[in-house]
Protein backbone atom coordinates (compact mmCIF):
# COMPACT_ATOMS: atom_id res chain seq x y z
CA UNK A 1 0.00 0.00 0.00
CA UNK A 2 1.11 3.67 -0.65
CA UNK A 3 -0.93 5.96 1.48
CA UNK A 4 -0.75 9.55 0.76
CA UNK A 5 0.06 11.85 3.40
CA UNK A 6 -1.37 15.28 3.98
CA UNK A 7 0.33 18.67 5.82
CA UNK A 8 -2.52 18.96 8.31
CA UNK A 9 -3.69 22.74 8.70
CA UNK A 10 -0.66 24.78 10.02
CA UNK A 11 0.67 21.82 12.95
CA UNK A 12 3.15 20.66 11.13
CA UNK A 13 1.69 17.21 11.37
CA UNK A 14 1.39 15.10 8.62
CA UNK A 15 -1.64 12.78 9.01
CA UNK A 16 -2.88 9.66 6.38
CA UNK A 17 -5.25 10.55 4.00
CA UNK A 18 -7.82 8.18 5.32
CA UNK A 19 -8.92 8.50 8.75
CA UNK A 20 -10.19 5.70 10.92
CA UNK A 21 -13.89 7.10 12.98
CA UNK A 22 -14.48 4.79 15.95
CA UNK A 23 -18.02 5.01 16.00
CA UNK A 24 -19.46 1.92 14.22
CA UNK A 25 -16.83 -1.12 16.07
CA UNK A 26 -19.71 -4.12 15.64
CA UNK A 27 -22.12 -4.23 18.77
CA UNK A 28 -21.76 -8.30 19.08
CA UNK A 29 -17.65 -7.37 19.52
CA UNK A 30 -17.58 -5.05 21.99
CA UNK A 31 -20.39 -5.47 24.61
CA UNK A 32 -19.01 -8.20 26.27
CA UNK A 33 -16.05 -6.08 26.89
CA UNK A 34 -14.15 -8.52 24.98
CA UNK A 35 -12.41 -6.06 22.44
CA UNK A 36 -10.09 -8.09 20.56
CA UNK A 37 -11.84 -8.08 17.34
CA UNK A 38 -12.10 -4.38 17.17
CA UNK A 39 -8.64 -4.50 17.92
CA UNK A 40 -7.72 -6.79 15.05
CA UNK A 41 -9.30 -3.55 12.81
CA UNK A 42 -7.31 -0.98 14.30
CA UNK A 43 -4.11 -2.95 14.17
CA UNK A 44 -4.65 -3.83 10.18
CA UNK A 45 -5.72 -0.15 9.34
CA UNK A 46 -1.97 1.01 11.39
CA UNK A 47 -0.24 -2.01 9.56
CA UNK A 48 -1.75 -0.42 5.82
CA UNK A 49 -0.60 3.06 7.08
CA UNK A 50 -3.41 4.69 8.86
CA UNK A 51 -2.04 7.23 11.61
CA UNK A 52 -4.84 9.11 12.22
CA UNK A 53 -7.18 7.56 15.04
CA UNK A 54 -11.47 9.15 15.78
CA UNK A 55 -13.21 8.84 18.88
CA UNK A 56 -15.14 10.47 21.08
CA UNK A 57 -16.34 9.79 25.55
CA UNK A 58 -20.09 8.43 23.73
CA UNK A 59 -19.37 6.27 20.85
CA UNK A 60 -20.26 2.76 21.04
CA UNK A 61 -21.95 2.97 24.39
CA UNK A 62 -18.88 4.27 25.88
CA UNK A 63 -16.30 1.57 24.98
CA UNK A 64 -14.48 3.12 21.92
CA UNK A 65 -12.04 4.98 23.95
CA UNK A 66 -11.43 1.76 25.62
CA UNK A 67 -11.10 -0.50 22.48
CA UNK A 68 -8.45 2.42 21.32
CA UNK A 69 -6.52 2.75 24.48
CA UNK A 70 -6.44 -1.54 24.36
CA UNK A 71 -5.34 -1.39 20.47
CA UNK A 72 -2.77 1.83 21.67
CA UNK A 73 -0.56 -0.15 24.35
CA UNK A 74 0.87 -2.19 21.37
CA UNK A 75 1.67 0.30 18.84
CA UNK A 76 4.32 2.92 18.82
CA UNK A 77 3.46 6.37 20.14
CA UNK A 78 5.34 8.05 17.86
CA UNK A 79 3.74 6.32 14.35
CA UNK A 80 -0.20 7.68 15.14
CA UNK A 81 -2.62 10.93 15.96
CA UNK A 82 -5.23 10.72 18.01
CA UNK A 83 -8.64 12.65 17.93
CA UNK A 84 -11.24 12.81 20.69
CA UNK A 85 -13.76 15.05 21.91
CA UNK A 86 -15.69 17.01 24.33
CA UNK A 87 -19.91 18.09 23.90
CA UNK A 88 -22.14 20.09 26.11
CA UNK A 89 -24.02 17.21 27.30
CA UNK A 90 -20.33 15.98 28.86
CA UNK A 91 -19.25 19.42 30.15
CA UNK A 92 -20.93 21.91 31.82
CA UNK A 93 -17.99 24.10 32.34
CA UNK A 94 -13.85 24.38 32.05
CA UNK A 95 -13.14 22.18 34.81
CA UNK A 96 -15.73 19.54 34.23
CA UNK A 97 -14.23 19.35 30.57
CA UNK A 98 -10.62 19.32 32.25
CA UNK A 99 -12.03 15.89 33.75
CA UNK A 100 -13.69 14.72 30.51
CA UNK A 101 -10.27 14.99 29.02
CA UNK A 102 -8.74 13.22 31.88
CA UNK A 103 -10.65 10.31 31.63
CA UNK A 104 -10.28 9.88 27.80
CA UNK A 105 -6.55 9.96 28.71
CA UNK A 106 -6.81 7.64 30.84
CA UNK A 107 -8.84 5.06 28.88
CA UNK A 108 -6.60 4.97 26.11
CA UNK A 109 -3.36 5.02 27.96
CA UNK A 110 -2.20 8.00 26.30
CA UNK A 111 0.05 11.35 27.92
CA UNK A 112 -1.55 13.60 25.71
CA UNK A 113 -4.29 14.28 23.12
CA UNK A 114 -3.13 15.24 19.74
CA UNK A 115 -6.46 16.40 18.14
CA UNK A 116 -8.84 17.28 20.96
CA UNK A 117 -12.30 18.51 19.24
CA UNK A 118 -14.97 21.09 20.73
CA UNK A 119 -17.74 18.40 19.76
CA UNK A 120 -20.91 18.53 17.02
CA UNK A 121 -21.77 22.50 17.15
CA UNK A 122 -24.80 22.45 15.68
CA UNK A 123 -25.85 25.77 15.85
CA UNK A 124 -24.17 29.09 16.87
CA UNK A 125 -25.99 29.22 20.21
CA UNK A 126 -24.10 26.15 20.70
CA UNK A 127 -20.67 27.81 19.73
CA UNK A 128 -21.64 30.65 22.13
CA UNK A 129 -21.84 28.29 25.05
CA UNK A 130 -18.21 26.10 23.92
CA UNK A 131 -16.66 29.85 24.43
CA UNK A 132 -17.98 31.57 27.20
CA UNK A 133 -15.97 32.32 29.72
CA UNK A 134 -14.97 29.64 32.19
CA UNK A 135 -16.52 27.73 29.55
CA UNK A 136 -15.28 23.81 27.55
CA UNK A 137 -13.22 26.01 25.19
CA UNK A 138 -11.30 27.94 27.71
CA UNK A 139 -10.42 24.59 29.89
CA UNK A 140 -9.44 22.84 27.11
CA UNK A 141 -6.66 25.83 26.01
CA UNK A 142 -6.07 25.51 29.67
CA UNK A 143 -4.92 21.90 29.14
CA UNK A 144 -3.15 22.66 26.05
CA UNK A 145 -1.03 25.16 27.76
CA UNK A 146 -0.43 22.50 30.12
CA UNK A 147 1.02 19.72 27.39
CA UNK A 148 -1.99 17.76 27.63
CA UNK A 149 -3.58 18.61 24.13
CA UNK A 150 -1.75 19.56 21.07
CA UNK A 151 -4.05 21.42 18.79
CA UNK A 152 -8.05 22.40 19.38
CA UNK A 153 -10.43 21.17 16.69
CA UNK A 154 -13.93 21.32 16.09
CA UNK A 155 -16.70 18.99 14.46
CA UNK A 156 -19.96 20.51 13.37
CA UNK A 157 -22.82 20.15 11.55
CA UNK A 158 -23.22 23.74 10.72
CA UNK A 159 -23.77 25.13 7.30
CA UNK A 160 -21.42 26.65 5.15
CA UNK A 161 -21.75 30.26 6.30
CA UNK A 162 -21.97 29.51 9.65
CA UNK A 163 -19.03 27.47 9.25
CA UNK A 164 -17.07 30.20 7.61
CA UNK A 165 -18.23 32.57 10.43
CA UNK A 166 -15.98 30.19 13.07
CA UNK A 167 -13.30 29.47 10.92
CA UNK A 168 -12.47 33.45 10.89
CA UNK A 169 -13.00 33.62 14.41
CA UNK A 170 -9.16 31.96 14.56
CA UNK A 171 -9.62 29.74 17.53
CA UNK A 172 -9.26 26.78 16.03
CA UNK A 173 -6.48 24.58 13.92
CA UNK A 174 -8.78 21.96 12.46
CA UNK A 175 -12.29 21.17 11.79
CA UNK A 176 -14.23 17.88 11.03
CA UNK A 177 -17.39 18.49 9.34
CA UNK A 178 -20.06 16.17 7.58
CA UNK A 179 -18.97 16.05 3.86
CA UNK A 180 -19.89 14.27 0.67
CA UNK A 181 -20.76 13.47 -2.42
CA UNK A 182 -24.14 13.97 -1.40
CA UNK A 183 -24.16 17.37 0.03
CA UNK A 184 -20.47 19.02 -1.58
CA UNK A 185 -22.21 21.47 -3.38
CA UNK A 186 -24.06 23.18 -0.30
CA UNK A 187 -21.11 22.70 1.80
CA UNK A 188 -17.99 24.04 -0.10
CA UNK A 189 -17.89 27.52 1.18
CA UNK A 190 -17.77 26.19 5.04
CA UNK A 191 -14.54 23.89 3.30
CA UNK A 192 -12.86 26.47 1.47
CA UNK A 193 -12.96 29.46 4.69
CA UNK A 194 -11.49 26.82 6.76
CA UNK A 195 -8.83 26.26 4.10
CA UNK A 196 -7.97 29.47 4.03
CA UNK A 197 -7.85 29.85 7.89
CA UNK A 198 -4.94 27.29 7.32
CA UNK A 199 -7.33 24.92 9.28
CA UNK A 200 -6.55 20.80 9.15
CA UNK A 201 -10.04 19.53 7.51
CA UNK A 202 -11.25 16.13 8.46
CA UNK A 203 -14.31 15.17 6.66
CA UNK A 204 -16.82 13.18 8.01
CA UNK A 205 -19.61 10.66 6.57
CA UNK A 206 -17.69 10.71 3.70
CA UNK A 207 -19.84 8.02 2.29
CA UNK A 208 -23.10 9.68 3.08
CA UNK A 209 -23.84 7.76 6.18
CA UNK A 210 -23.79 4.61 3.34
CA UNK A 211 -26.07 6.41 1.06
CA UNK A 212 -23.59 6.53 -1.73
CA UNK A 213 -23.20 2.78 -1.59
CA UNK A 214 -26.57 2.33 -1.72
CA UNK A 215 -27.67 4.01 -4.31
CA UNK A 216 -24.31 3.70 -6.94
CA UNK A 217 -26.67 4.92 -9.77
CA UNK A 218 -27.48 7.63 -8.22
CA UNK A 219 -24.18 8.94 -7.98
CA UNK A 220 -22.01 7.31 -10.91
CA UNK A 221 -21.28 10.66 -11.66
CA UNK A 222 -18.71 10.95 -9.00
CA UNK A 223 -16.90 7.57 -10.66
CA UNK A 224 -13.30 8.37 -12.83
CA UNK A 225 -12.68 4.69 -13.27
CA UNK A 226 -15.68 2.67 -13.80
CA UNK A 227 -14.40 -0.13 -12.71
CA UNK A 228 -14.13 0.60 -9.13
CA UNK A 229 -16.41 0.34 -6.30
CA UNK A 230 -18.78 3.38 -5.50
CA UNK A 231 -17.48 3.70 -2.13
CA UNK A 232 -13.75 3.94 -3.34
CA UNK A 233 -14.75 6.64 -5.86
CA UNK A 234 -16.75 8.35 -3.16
CA UNK A 235 -13.67 8.79 -0.71
CA UNK A 236 -11.56 9.23 -3.57
CA UNK A 237 -13.63 12.07 -4.45
CA UNK A 238 -13.44 13.59 -1.23
CA UNK A 239 -9.70 13.42 -1.02
CA UNK A 240 -9.64 14.62 -5.21
CA UNK A 241 -10.28 18.31 -3.56
CA UNK A 242 -6.87 19.98 -2.41
CA UNK A 243 -8.50 21.88 0.67
CA UNK A 244 -9.60 18.02 2.22
CA UNK A 245 -6.87 16.67 4.53
CA UNK A 246 -8.71 13.47 5.35
CA UNK A 247 -11.53 11.05 4.97
CA UNK A 248 -12.45 9.82 8.15
CA UNK A 249 -13.90 6.31 7.84
CA UNK A 250 -16.36 4.57 10.56
CA UNK A 251 -14.20 1.16 9.97
CA UNK A 252 -16.41 -1.97 11.01
CA UNK A 253 -14.53 -4.91 9.96
CA UNK A 254 -10.95 -5.54 8.96
CA UNK A 255 -12.77 -5.69 4.68
CA UNK A 256 -13.25 -2.34 5.56
CA UNK A 257 -10.29 -1.11 6.16
CA UNK A 258 -8.61 -2.93 3.27
CA UNK A 259 -11.15 -1.46 1.19
CA UNK A 260 -11.41 1.78 2.35
CA UNK A 261 -7.49 2.28 2.45
CA UNK A 262 -7.40 1.91 -1.40
CA UNK A 263 -9.21 5.25 -1.65
CA UNK A 264 -5.49 6.60 -0.23
CA UNK A 265 -3.80 6.13 -3.12
CA UNK A 266 -3.03 7.50 -6.17
CA UNK A 267 -5.12 10.34 -5.80
CA UNK A 268 -5.86 12.70 -9.15
CA UNK A 269 -6.92 16.50 -7.93
CA UNK A 270 -9.69 17.42 -8.60
CA UNK A 271 -10.53 20.98 -11.00
CA UNK A 272 -13.56 23.56 -9.74
CA UNK A 273 -15.00 23.27 -13.51
CA UNK A 274 -15.42 19.04 -12.25
CA UNK A 275 -17.13 20.11 -8.88
CA UNK A 276 -19.07 22.25 -10.57
CA UNK A 277 -20.39 20.13 -13.07
CA UNK A 278 -20.88 17.56 -10.64
CA UNK A 279 -22.92 20.10 -8.56
CA UNK A 280 -25.01 19.86 -11.14
CA UNK A 281 -26.32 16.66 -10.47
CA UNK A 282 -27.33 17.39 -6.93
CA UNK A 283 -30.91 18.91 -5.78
CA UNK A 284 -31.05 20.78 -2.62
CA UNK A 285 -33.42 17.86 -1.16
CA UNK A 286 -30.46 15.61 -0.76
CA UNK A 287 -28.39 17.55 1.33
CA UNK A 288 -31.17 16.64 4.03
CA UNK A 289 -30.54 13.10 3.92
CA UNK A 290 -30.58 11.51 6.63
CA UNK A 291 -26.64 10.17 7.74
CA UNK A 292 -27.37 7.41 10.19
CA UNK A 293 -25.49 9.33 13.26
CA UNK A 294 -28.26 7.76 15.54
CA UNK A 295 -27.74 11.11 17.69
CA UNK A 296 -31.64 10.95 17.65
CA UNK A 297 -32.05 7.50 19.05
CA UNK A 298 -32.87 8.42 22.11
CA UNK A 299 -37.17 9.13 21.85
CA UNK A 300 -39.29 8.51 24.95
CA UNK A 301 -42.10 6.12 23.09
CA UNK A 302 -38.92 3.85 21.88
CA UNK A 303 -39.87 4.79 18.22
CA UNK A 304 -36.62 3.71 16.28
CA UNK A 305 -36.22 7.29 14.76
CA UNK A 306 -32.88 6.43 12.92
CA UNK A 307 -34.40 3.36 10.95
CA UNK A 308 -37.68 5.61 9.85
CA UNK A 309 -34.80 8.31 8.98
CA UNK A 310 -33.12 5.94 6.49
CA UNK A 311 -36.53 5.36 5.19
CA UNK A 312 -37.31 8.37 4.27
CA UNK A 313 -33.91 9.10 2.13
CA UNK A 314 -35.76 6.44 -0.67
CA UNK A 315 -38.86 9.19 -0.57
CA UNK A 316 -35.93 11.96 -1.43
CA UNK A 317 -33.48 9.69 -3.72
CA UNK A 318 -36.77 8.31 -5.53
CA UNK A 319 -38.67 11.76 -6.09
CA UNK A 320 -41.64 10.99 -3.66
CA UNK A 321 -42.22 6.83 -3.85
CA UNK A 322 -43.73 6.21 -0.86
CA UNK A 323 -44.08 2.44 -1.67
CA UNK A 324 -39.98 2.39 -1.69
CA UNK A 325 -40.03 4.38 1.85
CA UNK A 326 -42.22 1.13 3.15
CA UNK A 327 -40.48 -1.79 1.19
CA UNK A 328 -37.36 -0.11 3.00
CA UNK A 329 -39.00 -0.34 6.51
CA UNK A 330 -40.22 -4.30 5.45
CA UNK A 331 -36.77 -5.55 3.78
CA UNK A 332 -34.39 -4.03 5.60
CA UNK A 333 -35.80 -3.17 9.21
CA UNK A 334 -38.65 -5.65 9.41
CA UNK A 335 -41.14 -3.33 10.61
CA UNK A 336 -43.69 -1.08 9.23
CA UNK A 337 -45.10 2.70 8.86
CA UNK A 338 -47.63 2.52 11.18
CA UNK A 339 -44.47 2.68 13.79
CA UNK A 340 -43.93 6.31 12.93
CA UNK A 341 -47.64 7.10 14.48
CA UNK A 342 -46.82 6.63 17.99
CA UNK A 343 -44.83 9.86 17.73
CA UNK A 344 -46.05 12.36 20.17
CA UNK A 345 -43.94 15.10 18.86
CA UNK A 346 -42.38 15.86 22.09
CA UNK A 347 -39.07 17.22 20.05
CA UNK A 348 -36.04 15.63 21.77
CA UNK A 349 -35.40 13.76 18.31
CA UNK A 350 -34.93 17.57 16.62
CA UNK A 351 -33.24 18.83 19.30
CA UNK A 352 -30.88 15.83 18.74
CA UNK A 353 -30.61 15.69 15.21
CA UNK A 354 -26.81 17.42 14.39
CA UNK A 355 -28.52 18.15 10.80
CA UNK A 356 -30.80 19.97 12.17
CA UNK A 357 -33.83 17.64 9.71
CA UNK A 358 -37.61 17.91 10.33
CA UNK A 359 -38.04 14.56 12.07
CA UNK A 360 -41.77 15.22 13.85
CA UNK A 361 -42.67 16.09 9.88
CA UNK A 362 -41.36 13.33 8.24
CA UNK A 363 -42.40 11.34 10.59
CA UNK A 364 -45.94 12.20 10.80
CA UNK A 365 -45.62 11.62 6.59
CA UNK A 366 -44.18 8.08 6.80
CA UNK A 367 -47.26 7.26 9.30
CA UNK A 368 -49.71 8.56 6.36
CA UNK A 369 -48.17 6.30 3.61
Sequence with gaps: MNMDYREYGRTGKKVSAIGFGGLRF???????????????????????????????????????????????????????????????????????????????????????????????????????????KGGIYEGILKAKEEGLVDHICFSTHLNG??????????????????YNAVNFAYRRKGVEACAKAGMGITTMNPLGGGIIPQHPDRFS????NTEEPI???????????????IALVGMNSVKDVEESVIAGEHIIPATPDLLENMG?????ELDALCTGCSYCDECPVDIAIPKLMDAYNEYVLTGG??????????????MDNSTAARCVACGKCEKLCTQKLPIIDRLKQIACM
Design 280 to 284: KHLTQ
Design 231 to 245: AVSALKFILAQPEIT
Design 321 to 334: DSEAVKERLKVQWS
Design 26 to 132: PKEDYQSGNYENCVKIIHRAHELGVNYFDTAPDYCDEHSEDIFGQAFRTMDRNTFYVSTKCGLWNAANGDEARKVLEKSLTKMGLQKIDFFHIWAIKTMEDYAAYMK
Design 221 to 224: FIRQ
Design 161 to 178: DDIAKVAQEGVFEGVTLG
